[in-house]
């Protein structure tokens, strides 16, 4: 069992930029592929980003083509930590933002790849 927990959104202008981060609580993080996905009011829920075990020996980061160049993830494992570092926002990426977690080193893009989520955080980007 993992349990979740988002933080570092909030209301930022056009441009701007945010930090979120996504705690997670059990001793093998390591062991989890991660991502972040959001939801606007309206829509679908929507893939932005993976962390997963790549190569046996390390992570590689994967964002959505709409993030990609403006967003990063990363996470710190002795932190039991995933960030989401968010450059250039738009008020197009306004949405709530939830951190999941698969039990599993690999995951791709669908959300029901995903065991695990937080409750999200909202992003608010006003132009």
């Known amino acids: 069992q993992v349990q979740l927990v988002e933080s570092g959104g909030g209301l930022v202008q056009a441009g701007g930029s945010l930090r979120l981060s996504c705690a997670a609580s059990?001793?093998?993080?390591?062991?989890?592929?991660m991502g972040w996905f959001r939801q606007a009011p309206g829509k679908e829920r929507e893939f932005v980003a993976r962390?997963?075990?790549?190569?046996?020996?390390?992570?590689?980061?994967y964002t959505a083509e709409s993030v990609k160049g403006r967003f990063r993830i990363s996470r710190d494992n002795g932190k039991n930590t995933l960030y989401l570092e968010m450059n250039s926002l738009k008020p197009e990426d306004t949405a709530v933002y939830y951190c999941?977690?698969?039990?599993?080193?690999?995951?791709?893009?669908?959300?029901?790849?995903?065991?695990?989520w937080g409750q999200g955080t909202q992003v608010t980007v006003s132009s």
């Open positions: 059990g001793r093998t993080f390591s062991r989890y592929a």
């Open positions: 962390h997963i075990w790549t190569s046996g020996i390390l992570y590689t980061g």
């Open positions: 999941a977690a698969a039990t599993g080193v690999v995951a791709g893009t669908n959300s029901y790849e995903y065991d695990y």
